[in-house]
């Protein structure tokens, strides 16, 4: 049964490191979306893809984050250096866009504290 | 962009109805999405409106009226299990095809 999987699924790191959390998109599809989830903010998109083009990451801050799609395969979002406020969990989604409706298909989540 | 508006939180009684709304303000529409998300798991696809009207799941149905800016998704025979956040995505006529997310309903359900 197809689905997306994220590692890791928990991360605690201190102030300043590197954090990569990686993701594998269900095979076949064309889209894949990187979203932090909190408390306060809720579900927020931080950037996508389409057919491995980056389309959009105006959600994210720029000089700390990055999204890239090395392959179909595997998805990645980089932090670095990591701050508190980017304790949250991190979604990665894929979905066949342009389908009949379109919907997201979410992996497991990563976790990340920021100490 | 959007605006869209849910309740934060709700509570309702086992074996009861709950009906939960969504409010959205958007430039063009194209599409509204309901996701089920249980605390500590991923969301979950449960429907997608884009005419007006009602979509029955089982249990689970979903109202749109693209005229009011609004949907609903009512839950029918409540379980326990259905304890959950309920997620309200639009999209609009923009060229990007990517729904925004509302911030969710919290729903207990209680014995």
């Known amino acids: 049964d197809a689905r997306v999987t994220q590692t890791p699924r928990h991360k605690v790191t201190e102030m300043g490191q590197e954090v990569t959390m990686r993701c594998q998109p269900i095979?076949?599809?064309?889209?894949v979306f990187w979203y932090r989830q909190t408390m306060m903010q809720g579900l927020e998109l931080l950037a996508y893809?389409?057919?491995?083009?980056?389309?959009?990451d105006s959600g994210m801050p720029k000089d700390r984050f990055s999204a890239e799609m090395p392959d179909a395969t595997l998805a990645t979002l980089k932090i670095q250096p990591s701050e508190p406020r980017d304790s949250a969990v991190y979604f990665c989604?894929?979905?066949?866009?342009?389908?009949?409706?379109?919907?997201?298909?979410f992996g497991p989540g990563t976790r990340l504290t920021v100490l | 962009g959007q605006n869209i508006d849910q309740p934060t939180e709700m509570t309702a009684t086992e074996g009861a109805i709950v009906q939960i709304n969504c409010t959205y303000q958007?430039?063009?529409?194209?599409?509204l999405f309901w996701y089920q998300q249980h605390a500590g798991e991923a969301p979950t696809f449960l429907s997608y409106?884009?005419?007006?009207g009602l979509e029955e799941k089982g249990r689970f149905s979903s109202f749109l009226s693209r005229s009011k800016g609004y949907s609903y998704l009512l839950l029918k025979e409540l379980q326990m299990k259905d304890s959950a956040s309920y997620l309200c995505?639009?999209?609009?006529?923009?060229?990007?095809?990517?729904?925004?997310f509302g911030r969710g309903t919290s729903l207990i359900v209680h014995p």
């Open positions: 893809f389409r057919n491995r083009a980056p389309l959009d």
């Open positions: 995505a639009v999209r609009d006529q923009g060229g990007s095809y990517i729904p925004t």
């Open positions: 409106n884009v005419l007006d």
């Open positions: 989604a894929s979905g066949l866009v342009f389908g009949a409706i379109d919907e997201q298909f």
């Open positions: 958007t430039s063009g529409f194209n599409g």
């Open positions: 095979l076949g599809h064309n889209t």
